[in-house]
C-alpha cells in the first residue's frame, strides 16, 4: 500500500481533528490505516480542539486547508460544505439512542450528519447492521454506503505467562478476574453489568473480582460514569495504556462486552485474538462480528448476562470452544485489507 500511498499523497488529505488528540475505538481504526497510507496528507489543528471551537475549525478552516484535494474525514464529522470528501460514519447512535447523548452533542450531531453524508461523495461504515442504519435513518442511496470492516492490530495476540504476571502485579491483580470493557459511553452497560455482576458474586469463586477498565472522561459527550462503590469485589482500572492491554486481557477468566449498541465493537476481535473466550451482545453489530466465536446474550437483561458469565466461568470447556473459535474469527479482519479498501476508494474519488 505503500507505493499507492505515494501517488494519492498530492490529491488525498485525511481530517486527523479526532485522531491527532484523542484516544477511542475510531480514532484506532484512523492510525491503523493511515501507518498502511503514510504518504497521505495529514491535517489537524495545533492544538486539541473540541466542543463548538472543533467544530468551527472543521467547518471554517479545514477546507482552506484541504486545499481541493480529497479529504477523508475518518471520526464522523467533517466540513459539510465540502464535496469531494468521503466520510466514515461508524454507526448512527445519536439517532438511535439519542438519551444516552448530552443534548449540545445530539444537536450538533443531529444537525450536521444529515447534511454531511447528502453533500459528500460517498460514505464509509464498519458492519452491515450499520450500513443499513444509514441507508434507513439518513435516505442515503445504497450505492452510496460502502463496508470497510475494521482489523485487529498485530500487538493483540497470546502473550507469555511472564508477562501476564507482570501486568498483574503492575495493577495489583492477585487473583483471578473477568475483565469488563466500559467507558463512560452508557452504550457500553456498565451499570447492568454491575448488576449482573452484584446478582452472581455469591456464587463465583472467592478469588474472583471483576476488572473494569476503559476511558472514562468524556462527560462532555455522555455525562457522568457509575458508581462502583455500591458493587463487591469490583475494581476500577480506568484507562490503560495500549501496550498493557494485550496482556491485560489474555490474563482474564472471560471478556466482557455487554454493549447495547455498536457499530463495530472493536474490543471484541482485539480480546479473541489475546485468547480470551469472549461474552458479548446478541444485538446490534456484535453478534454480526463476532459469528458463533462468542457466547452472545440479551445486553438489556442483567439475568442474562450473569447466566452467561456462569456458563462461562463454570465450563473449561465452553471457554477452551470459544478460544478456538474466536482465534479463527479474528483473522477474518485484517487492516492491511482496510488499508487497501480505503487505497482503493480514495483511488476512485480522488480525481
Same mark, same amino acid.
Given at each position: 500500500?505503500?507505493?499507492?500511498?505515494?501517488?494519492?499523497?498530492?490529491?488525498?488529505?485525511v481530517n486527523m481533528r479526532a485522531?491527532a488528540f484523542e484516544t477511542g475505538?475510531?480514532?484506532?481504526?484512523?492510525?491503523?490505516?493511515?501507518?498502511?497510507?503514510?504518504?497521505?496528507?495529514?491535517?489537524?489543528?495545533?492544538?486539541?480542539?473540541?466542543?463548538?471551537?472543533?467544530?468551527?475549525?472543521?467547518?471554517?478552516?479545514?477546507?482552506?486547508?484541504?486545499?481541493?484535494?480529497?479529504?477523508?474525514?475518518?471520526?464522523?464529522?467533517?466540513? +459539510?460544505?465540502?464535496?469531494?470528501?468521503?466520510?466514515?460514519?461508524?454507526?448512527? +447512535?445519536?439517532?438511535? $439512542?439519542?438519551?444516552?447523548?448530552?443534548?449540545?452533542?445530539?444537536?450538533?450531531?443531529?444537525?450536521?450528519?444529515?447534511?454531511?453524508?447528502?453533500?459528500? +461523495?460517498?460514505?464509509?461504515?464498519?458492519?452491515?447492521?450499520?450500513?443499513?442504519?444509514?441507508?434507513?435513518?439518513?435516505?442515503?442511496?445504497?450505492?452510496?454506503?460502502? $463496508?470497510?470492516?475494521?482489523?485487529?492490530?498485530?500487538?493483540?495476540?497470546?502473550?507469555?505467562?511472564?508477562?501476564?504476571?507482570?501486568?498483574?502485579?503492575?495493577?495489583?491483580?492477585?487473583?483471578?478476574?473477568?475483565?469488563?470493557? +466500559?467507558?463512560?459511553?452508557?452504550?457500553?452497560?456498565?451499570?447492568?453489568?454491575?448488576?449482573?455482576?452484584?446478582? $452472581?458474586?455469591?456464587?463465583?469463586?472467592?478469588?474472583?473480582?471483576?476488572?473494569?477498565?476503559?476511558?472514562?472522561?468524556?462527560?462532555?459527550?455522555?455525562?457522568?460514569?457509575?458508581d462502583l462503590s455500591a458493587t463487591?469485589?469490583?475494581?476500577?482500572?480506568?484507562?490503560?495504556?495500549?501496550?498493557?492491554?494485550?496482556?491485560?486481557?489474555?490474563?482474564?477468566?472471560?471478556?466482557?462486552?455487554?454493549?447495547?449498541?455498536?457499530?463495530?465493537?472493536?474490543?471484541?476481535?482485539?480480546?479473541?485474538? *489475546?485468547?480470551?473466550?469472549?461474552?458479548?451482545?446478541?444485538?446490534?453489530?456484535?453478534?454480526?462480528?463476532?459469528?458463533?466465536?462468542?457466547? *452472545?446474550?440479551?445486553?438489556?437483561?442483567?439475568?442474562?448476562?450473569?447466566?452467561?458469565?456462569?456458563?462461562?466461568?463454570?465450563?473449561?470447556?465452553?471457554?477452551?470452544?470459544?478460544?478456538?473459535?474466536?482465534?479463527?474469527?479474528?483473522?477474518?479482519?485484517?487492516?492491511?485489507?482496510?488499508?487497501?479498501?480505503?487505497?482503493?476508494?480514495?483511488?476512485?474519488?480522488?480525481?
Amino acid at each position: 500500500m505503500v507505493d499507492a500511498a505515494g501517488e494519492l499523497g498530492s490529491r488525498v488529505a485525511v481530517n486527523m481533528r479526532a485522531a491527532a488528540f484523542e484516544t477511542g475505538g475510531q480514532q484506532r481504526m484512523t492510525l491503523e490505516i493511515m501507518k498502511r497510507l503514510p504518504e497521505i496528507g495529514r491535517i489537524a489543528p495545533r492544538r486539541a480542539l473540541r466542543g463548538v471551537k472543533g467544530h468551527a475549525w472543521e467547518q471554517l478552516m479545514l477546507p482552506l486547508l484541504a486545499h481541493g484535494r480529497l479529504l477523508w474525514s475518518p471520526s464522523a464529522t467533517g466540513p +459539510a460544505a465540502y464535496a469531494k470528501q468521503i466520510v466514515t460514519l461508524h454507526d448512527v +447512535a445519536f439517532f438511535d $439512542i439519542p438519551e444516552f447523548f448530552a443534548p449540545s452533542f445530539l444537536r450538533a450531531y443531529q444537525a450536521l450528519i444529515p447534511m454531511l453524508v447528502r453533500r459528500v +461523495a460517498h460514505v464509509v461504515t464498519v458492519s452491515a447492521f450499520s450500513r443499513q442504519r444509514i441507508i434507513d435513518r439518513l435516505g442515503v442511496p445504497e450505492d452510496k454506503v460502502s $463496508i470497510i470492516y475494521n482489523g485487529v492490530s498485530p500487538s493483540f495476540g497470546p502473550r507469555a505467562p511472564s508477562e501476564i504476571e507482570a501486568v498483574k502485579t503492575a495493577f495489583g491483580l492477585n487473583g483471578r478476574y473477568v475483565l469488563l470493557h +466500559a467507558t463512560s459511553d452508557p452504550r457500553k452497560n456498565l451499570g447492568r453489568a454491575l448488576e449482573a455482576w452484584r446478582g $452472581i458474586v455469591d456464587r463465583v469463586a472467592p478469588d474472583l473480582e471483576l476488572v473494569v477498565f476503559g476511558l472514562t472522561g468524556r462527560a462532555h459527550v455522555f455525562g457522568q460514569h457509575e458508581d462502583l462503590s455500591a458493587t463487591p469485589r469490583v475494581r476500577r482500572l480506568g484507562y490503560v495504556a495500549d501496550e498493557a492491554v494485550p496482556a491485560l486481557i489474555a490474563g482474564a477468566e472471560l471478556f466482557l462486552f455487554p454493549s447495547l449498541y455498536e457499530g463495530f465493537g472493536l474490543p471484541i476481535i482485539e480480546a479473541m485474538r *489475546c485468547g480470551a473466550p469472549v461474552l458479548t451482545s446478541a444485538a446490534t453489530s456484535t453478534q454480526e462480528i463476532a459469528a458463533d466465536a462468542a457466547l *452472545c446474550v440479551d445486553p438489556t437483561s442483567a439475568e442474562a448476562i450473569g447466566r452467561g458469565v456462569l456458563a462461562l466461568l463454570e465450563s473449561s470447556e465452553l471457554r477452551a470452544r470459544f478460544v478456538e473459535r474466536g482465534f479463527k474469527r479474528a483473522a477474518d479482519f485484517d487492516w492491511d485489507d482496510a488499508a487497501q479498501a480505503y487505497g482503493r476508494l480514495f483511488e476512485r474519488f480522488a480525481g
